[in-house]
């Protein structure tokens, strides 16, 4: 563990100017193996929560609550630098909320549109931040770019999947069958499907940052394996397909929570909740600490 790895004062400043952060070689080798078994764990595993979306000849392998059936990732999440230095850099303890596992297959890769985490769960808050860790190098034609500032917009954006409630079912598979045409579709999981969601038409749309670049102060690097990405769960983000790799990009995304996030049932969920949630019977309002044994604490640095 790299324990010697603090967040400074222009770390946290560029954070919560822009919204996200990479933090230079927080992970070790013994830290690295494990989320590499982790990872390589559940994607020769799929279950329910798998599933892949195909555009042309490239592809995106996506699992929900990956740590659910991985001890690594579980050891990793909970007992890793990664947890720590959230809290840290919030200033508070912190919570783990979910995981998500991205596998992109060698060769050209797929491009992730740009898009808002915070409208596709079942939580509201300015203490959700997303921590992107890949165990392989990604260059910056491959990797997270951002817009600087943009979670400071106040502005809760729809997401890119789901069903549009004025559209008839009927026309709802058509339109699906005519992307998939096109070559564009999803190989949806047994327990999960991205256009099986209900689309929120009342938030407004993404912004069309790709076609206005210019427009933006667009913020991305160049990744090596022990590096983190800390981002704030409301910055618009996509990934980039600049970049040929030799190797499959394998990345854990995990969201962690401060203490003002709290639960809020949404129309247009998209990320199912936690299966361990619905005992619970949660309702829009209440704190994530009233839920200890879904949502658990991280454990802080020693001696702090």
Known sequence: MNSDRAISDGDRKAFHRDGA?????????????????GLDECANQPDGMSSELIMGETQIRVDQFPASRSSYLQEFILKSPVGPLVAEMLGTQVRFYMDQMFVKPAGEL????????????????????????SPDPVPRGASLEVVCGSHNWNVTYRPLVGKDPNVREEEHKANLERAREYGFYENAGEDFAYNDALLDTSLPEIPDIENNRGSFKILGWDYEPGD?????????HAACNDAVLSYPRRAHAIMYAGPNVRYLKRLGQVIPDPKALVAY????GQSL??????????KEKSGS
């Open 281 to 284: 019977n949660p309702q829009t």
């Open 110 to 133: 797929m491009a992730t549109a740009w898009h808002q985490d915070t409208s596709y769960y079942n939580a509201e808050g300015r203490d959700l931040i997303r921590a992107w860790i």
């Open 228 to 236: 983190v990405i800390l981002f704030h769960g409301n910055l618009i």
């Open 289 to 298: 600490s009233e839920f200890n044994e879904v949502f658990p604490l991280v």
């Open 21 to 37: 952060v990479i933090l230079r070689n927080v992970l070790e080798g013994d830290w690295l193996a494990t989320l590499e078994k």
